[in-house]
């Protein structure tokens, strides 16, 4: 039994190709990547609030639930403002960069 | 020197977009530093906010001037190292949906739980434990099963000769003006006006296309509050109302301000005896009803706290409350 001949690539696909190999493959990878972290980030907050919520609700402290609440403030300011400025500056580079 | 100029641009460049690993871990570092001291300053040591925020974004700054010096001009690299593999983003995206899940079922947790004590609490008419529920969800901000809540708070305002039944009801009236957030409208275009405790008539210039008018609001409000008037200026027909019934001297205005919003600031006492309230909606303030005259015209409460009298009237407003987000009673 031989083997099947392999169809070549048409040009149209070669492009496609190229065009994935070399510019898109990289992009989304990185934007997958953080876009993932970003969202764990912002899950662990979700989770963390909830879980402050049930502390409440099983009638901890009300003084270690606001303490607990003042802190999730503080980890959630930071983390948006963090997240949110590698976002906007990943894509100001990225524009510099293809307009240079 | 412009080399070494480009080459730093280059390593920045290099660094917010390719060297994931490393910005990152800076990103990590920064969150965790800075929420740290943020978490201090709040939580430890009782510091405003604005303290903590200004702390929190001195910190962040100075971390990603040194780590982007350290990664761009002390230390370049250039090699970013593999890409993420499909099994890491996998199993971060997994680790999300996972923390997300649990947080959702934690929240509805909670709510099935205090559905069940409200069941229970109802069927052996257990008015204190009710009251209970009602408060408790009022604090942890749970939505509680609509239908039961309804039922329930029939249920105790045909039970009020009982003075343990009446005080499960108001609960019931606090947890439903709770519900009222959502539903109230609240500011867009307003006046915001801060009205100290011991204060309680505003006289105020009614400025629309037409004559301008002085409009009196003249409602008992006991403690701090503040007042947010819609800059929507219709004919006095059709405009809020919060003043006393016998007041006159609104009577001759063509003109006033479509919609009020009164916050009392989880301080206020509004008094409704004896009062004509229209077209406002009263937020976080305790509310005091004897069962006087009232008339109330399109009035939202939200998240106020309720101290009714046990009376014909008392239970009529308490009733109107519980039916409709917007109230319209009128009681001589």
Same mark, same amino acid.
């Given at each position: 039994?031989?083997?099947?001949?392999? =169809?070549?690539?048409?040009?149209?696909?070669?492009?496609? =190709?190229?065009?994935?190999?070399?510019?898109?493959?990289?992009?989304?990878?990185?934007?997958?990547?953080?876009?993932?972290?970003?969202?764990?980030?912002?899950?662990?907050?979700?989770?963390?609030?909830?879980?402050?919520?049930?502390?409440?609700? =099983?009638?901890?402290?009300?003084?270690?639930?606001?303490?607990?609440?003042?802190?999730?403030?503080?980890?959630?300011?930071?983390?948006?403002?963090?997240?949110?400025?590698?976002?906007?500056?990943?894509?100001?580079?990225?524009?510099?960069?293809?307009?240079? | 020197?412009?080399?070494?100029?480009?080459?730093?641009? /280059?390593?920045?460049?290099?660094?917010?977009?390719?060297?994931?690993?490393?910005?990152?871990?800076?990103?990590?570092?920064?969150?965790?530093?800075?929420?740290?001291?943020?978490?201090?300053?709040?939580?430890?040591?009782?510091?405003?906010?604005?303290?903590?925020?200004?702390?929190? /974004?001195?910190?962040?700054?100075?971390?990603?001037?040194?780590?982007?010096?350290?990664?761009?001009?002390?230390?370049?690299?250039?090699?970013?190292?593999?890409?993420?593999?499909?099994?890491?983003?996998?199993?971060?995206?997994?680790?999300?949906?996972?923390?997300?899940?649990?947080?959702?079922?934690?929240?509805?947790?909670?709510?099935?739980?205090?559905?069940?004590?409200?069941? &229970?609490?109802?069927?052996?008419?257990?008015?204190?434990?009710?009251?209970?529920?009602? &408060?408790?969800?009022?604090?942890?901000?749970?939505?509680?099963?609509?239908?039961?809540?309804?039922?329930?708070?029939?249920?105790?305002?045909?039970?009020?000769?009982?003075?343990?039944?009446?005080?499960?009801?108001?609960?019931?009236?606090?947890?439903?003006?709770?519900?009222?957030?959502?539903?109230?409208?609240?500011?867009?275009?307003?006046?915001?006006?801060?009205?100290?405790?011991?204060?309680?008539?505003?006289?105020?210039?009614?400025?629309?296309?037409?004559?301008?008018?002085?409009?009196?609001?003249?409602?008992?409000?006991?403690?701090?509050?503040?007042?947010?008037?819609?800059?929507?200026?219709?004919?006095?027909?059709?405009?809020?109302?919060?003043?006393?019934?016998?007041?006159?001297?609104?009577?001759?205005?063509?003109? /006033?301000?479509?919609?009020?919003?009164?916050?009392?600031?989880?301080?206020?006492?509004?008094?409704?005896?004896?009062?004509?309230?229209?077209?406002?909606?009263?937020?976080?303030?305790?509310?005091?009803?004897?069962?006087?005259?009232?008339?109330?015209?399109?009035?939202?409460?939200?998240?106020?706290?309720?101290?009714?009298?046990?009376?014909?009237?008392?239970?009529?407003?308490?009733?109107?409350?519980?039916?409709?987000?917007?109230?319209?009673?009128?009681?001589?």
């Amino acid at each position: 039994m031989g083997r099947l001949p392999v =169809r070549p690539p048409t040009e149209d696909e070669s492009f496609w =190709r190229e065009v994935w190999t070399e510019d898109l493959r990289s992009f989304v990878k990185h934007f997958l990547s953080d876009f993932v972290k970003t969202l764990s980030i912002l899950a662990a907050l979700y989770l963390f609030w909830e879980v402050v919520a049930w502390l409440r609700f =099983r009638g901890y402290p009300d003084d270690l639930c606001q303490k607990l609440e003042k802190t999730h403030f503080a980890f959630m300011w930071i983390a948006l403002v963090v997240t949110g400025v590698n976002f906007v500056l990943r894509q100001v580079v990225g524009i510099w960069n293809n307009n240079r | 020197m412009e080399q070494q100029s480009v080459g730093f641009l /280059g390593h920045l460049e290099f660094f917010l977009l390719f060297d994931d690993r490393a910005r990152w871990k800076t990103i990590g570092w920064i969150i965790i530093v800075a929420g740290v001291c943020g978490s201090i300053e709040l939580a430890l040591l009782d510091a405003p906010i604005d303290d903590a925020v200004l702390l929190m /974004g001195m910190v962040a700054l100075i971390m990603s001037i040194g780590s982007v010096a350290w990664h761009c001009s002390i230390r370049p690299n250039r090699n970013s190292g593999p890409l993420p593999s499909r099994r890491s983003l996998a199993l971060q995206a997994i680790g999300s949906a996972a923390a997300l899940l649990i947080g959702v079922w934690l929240f509805r947790f909670q709510a099935r739980a205090l559905d069940s004590e409200l069941v &229970q609490a109802t069927n052996t008419n257990d008015y204190g434990s009710t009251a209970h529920v009602f &408060q408790r969800a009022i604090a942890a901000s749970i939505h509680l099963d609509g239908t039961l809540v309804k039922k329930t708070s029939q249920r105790l305002l045909t039970a009020t000769e009982k003075p343990a039944a009446w005080d499960a009801a108001v609960a019931s009236v606090d947890y439903s003006s709770f519900l009222n957030a959502s539903k109230a409208p609240t500011e867009r275009k307003a006046t915001y006006i801060l009205i100290p405790a011991g204060v309680s008539r505003l006289d105020w210039t009614a400025k629309g296309p037409g004559p301008e008018t002085q409009w009196a609001f003249n409602v008992h409000v006991i403690g701090n509050h503040y007042l947010l008037l819609s800059t929507d200026i219709v004919t006095s027909d059709r405009a809020a109302r919060f003043e006393m019934i016998d007041s006159a001297e609104n009577a001759a205005q063509t003109s /006033g301000n479509e919609a009020l919003i009164v916050d009392g600031m989880n301080q206020a006492t509004v008094l409704l005896d004896d009062t004509w309230i229209k077209n406002t909606v009263i937020r976080n303030a305790t509310i005091g009803y004897d069962g006087g005259r009232v008339d109330l015209d399109n009035v939202y409460f939200v998240k106020c706290e309720f101290r009714l009298s046990q009376n014909q009237n008392g239970r009529e407003l308490a009733r109107k409350i519980l039916n409709s987000p917007s109230l319209t009673f009128k009681a001589n």
